[in-house]
């Protein structure tokens, strides 16, 4: 039996610094997805020179571990706890911020492959209450660290960004079940993903219109699904290859409180998120 779409939704732009983003989750139909409390689309745009680190875009971050995932162009971080790593096409940074953090992004075109285009997205993971009092972490992990599996019958393949699939576990931490896997589905091409009881399920289309459960979506969209045991048959018809996220796992179960930067359990530890920030407690960045 195929899912039920419970709802679907286009983003709407919100400017970060230079960038215009679509801004995808929350929504009006949801908070959350699993432990997902947030997501930002970067559409393809062309940069047509290097961006300098703007010191003034460095913000702090508390409770949550972002996760940023560039198809194309680059990502340079840099934070408070003297981490510093550039991603390339098809790579991730993943940041635990835990008891407190602040860091800088700099998304720049593909400096090893001379592309002219940046196109990406970041996801915040909201964390169980236990990990937001733990000190924050790091990784920058490039397209080739990553599981790629080549999909049944030549429909093209799965790339397991987070969690698992088919036995394939990405090393990217995760603090319960949870799953993001960027498709990609051959012209023609039909790939159906069987899907669990209870786990919470949504499809994002970046750029192309796509066929899901037999009803035409379109790019830009954001489907979400009930979370009874079903499966979600995604399905191109279009002459060229459609790119799918798909993402989700166990539902948060923990009360929550997202204001700004800060997704805490409890409004007080909302406001003690921003006094150790102004205090000076989540550090500082030296640039290098």
Known sequence: MKKHVIFKISGHPSNVGEITVSRVLPNPFTHHIGHFVFLDYIAPFARKHKMV????????????????????????????????????????????????????????????TDGLLNHGFQFWVNLPAKHKKENPDYMAVQANE????????????????????????????????????????????TFTLPAEDGLEYAVFLPQHDTTINDSVYFSGQLIGFD???????????????????????????????AQGPFVMNTQDEIYQAHADYRSGKYGEIIYR
Not at 53 to 67: C, D, E, Q, S, Y
Not at 148 to 171: C, M, P, R, W, Y
Not at 174 to 187: F, G
Request: net charge negative; aromatic share 8%; hydrophobic share 35%.
């Open 146 to 189: 990553l599981p790629l599996l080549a999909l049944d019958n030549n429909a093209g393949f799965l790339k397991v960004i987070l969690g698992e699939f088919s036995g394939h576990t990405s090393q990217i931490p995760t603090y319960a079940r949870q799953y993001l896997y960027h498709i990609r589905i051959n012209e023609g091409k």
């Open 53 to 112: 680190v703007n010191k003034n875009m460095a913000h702090p971050h508390r409770g949550i571990a972002t996760l940023t995932y560039i198809l194309n162009g680059e990502a340079e971080h840099f934070d408070s706890r003297g981490n510093h790593a550039t991603i390339y096409s098809g790579g991730v940074q993943w940041m635990k911020s835990g008891n407190g953090i602040i860091h800088n992004e700099i998304v720049n075109a593909d400096s090893k």
């Open 227 to 257: 979370d009874k045991k079903g499966e979600i048959e995604i399905t191109n018809h279009l002459a060229t290859e459609a790119d799918i996220l798909l993402f989700g796992g166990e539902k948060y179960t923990e009360p929550f409180v």
